[in-house]
């Protein structure tokens, strides 16, 4: 399996995250400077096409990348709390036409309830609005989740993402 992991704003991969990361495949996990790397998308989307993902994955506004980036490749998507309130500042980095797709392919988000940075209501708003557009995305909800997902959740979320994906296949 080959995949991609995009960190939030101002993160990292942790080291445990990234052995549970490559356990399960081939994944790349850049490190990124969001505030300084304008082209990231564009990057990321000419590296996925000369070197083809199954999913991509993304925390925070690396969710939100992801999500964009998922459309354009036409691949499954795991996001952990997106950052739904990016989007703005995201459209100048995105086709127009992309801002008002949905999802063909799976998307999963994972929403913590005890979010403090990323309002968890803003997150079920986007997928439900998703949902209602016919959009192919599932919400799953961690109540003792908050914006810095453990090692834990992060694994929970990846096992049920992954076993939701094979039986899409069926």
């Known amino acids: 399996m080959k995949f991609a992991y995009l960190h939030g704003y101002q993160g990292f991969v942790t080291d445990e995250k990234r052995i549970y990361l490559d356990s399960l495949g081939e994944c790349y996990a ?57 989007i703005e500042r995201l459209k100048p980095f995105l086709p127009e036409v992309l801002l008002n797709s949905v999802p063909s392919k799976k998307n999963t988000v994972f929403t913590g309830l005890k979010d403090d940075v990323i309002e968890p209501q803003l997150q079920i708003e986007f997928v439900e609005n998703l949902q209602k557009q016919n959009g192919n995305i599932e919400q799953f909800f961690d109540a003792e989740m908050t914006h810095l997902v453990t090692l834990d959740e992060f694994e929970r979320a990846f096992k049920k993402f992954i076993e939701l994906k094979k039986v899409s296949k069926l």
């Open 30 to 86: 850049p490190l990124i400077d969001y505030d300084t790397d304008n082209t990231i998308i564009q990057e990321l989307l000419v590296k996925f096409k000369e070197e083809p993902i199954d999913f991509i994955a993304g925390t925070s506004l690396g969710g939100m990348i992801s999500y964009y980036l998922g459309m354009m490749l036409n691949i499954p998507v795991l996001m952990f709390n997106p950052a739904v309130i990016a």
